[in-house]
């Protein structure tokens, strides 16, 4: 079974009000990511966690938090959400750097 | 930064030829380059990777890389209907790095 699950596929959040994303994945990957789309745009890598350690990318560091309970799981956490919070949210997995990484189908997150 | 730039935006091609698309990085630093595949309302997933200058050919999908360049492509022959789908270049940007730098893709639309 090679892939990774979301929940929810849409969700719809108010502005200023909190917004957890979750993902599983059963591949026993050492590594999870999240990955922001929006339309027309390239997908862009918020954080990822190899094992234990989350890495946060510089630009996105103080908007996004993320939690990885066991190696299947991981959430994505917007404290306070914004307009320019409205996108598509990719969880993936990977074993290692530099190999396939594996998508999940994502959460559209609409914020009003 | 290192940026993935991808074209056309748009293709389209009729049902038995042959698509091309194109992908650049502006960074020589690289390890990887892969070409993702999303289908509408699927994660994206990975069709190939090629790291070596020349062509890697895997069934109807021919990647082309130019290291020298910087460029790779992706040729698909006899295209099919159901390879209508948005098309993302990545590239892993140095060894052992978990980043995965996509471009905004390019959407092929194969007509019956």
């Known amino acids: 079974d090679t892939t990774v699950k979301q929940n929810p596929r849409y969700k719809l959040a108010r502005v200023g009000k909190p917004v957890n994303l979750i993902c599983s994945q059963t591949m026993n990957h050492d590594t999870m990511y999240w990955y922001q789309k929006k339309p027309n745009q390239a997908p862009k890598l918020l954080l990822f966690y190899y094992d234990k350690i989350l890495n946060r990318e510089a630009d996105t560091f103080e908007k996004f938090q993320s939690s990885r309970p066991n190696n299947s799981f991981c959430s994505l956490y917007i404290g306070s959400a914004g307009l320019e919070y409205s996108a598509m949210y990719l969880c993936a997995s990977s074993r290692g750097s530099n190999t396939e990484v594996f998508f999940g189908k994502g959460t559209r997150l609409t914020v009003v | 930064q290192q940026k993935v730039q991808q074209s056309p935006e748009s293709l389209s091609v009729p049902e038995g030829g042959m698509a091309s698309l194109n992908c650049t990085s502006s960074?020589?630093?690289?390890?990887y380059f892969w070409w993702y595949r999303q289908h509408s309302g699927e994660g994206p997933k990975a069709l190939m990777s090629i790291f070596s200058d020349g062509d890697k050919k895997e069934g109807r999908f021919t990647a082309h890389l130019n290291k020298a360049s910087l460029h790779v492509s992706l040729h698909i022959r006899d295209s099919q209907p159901s390879d209508s789908a948005l098309y993302f270049c990545?590239?892993?940007?140095?060894?052992?790095?978990?980043?995965?730098?996509f471009g905004s893709g390019t959407q092929l639309t194969v007509m019956p």
């Open positions: 990545a590239v892993n940007p140095s060894s052992g790095s978990w980043q995965l730098i």
């Open positions: 960074d020589r630093n690289f390890q």
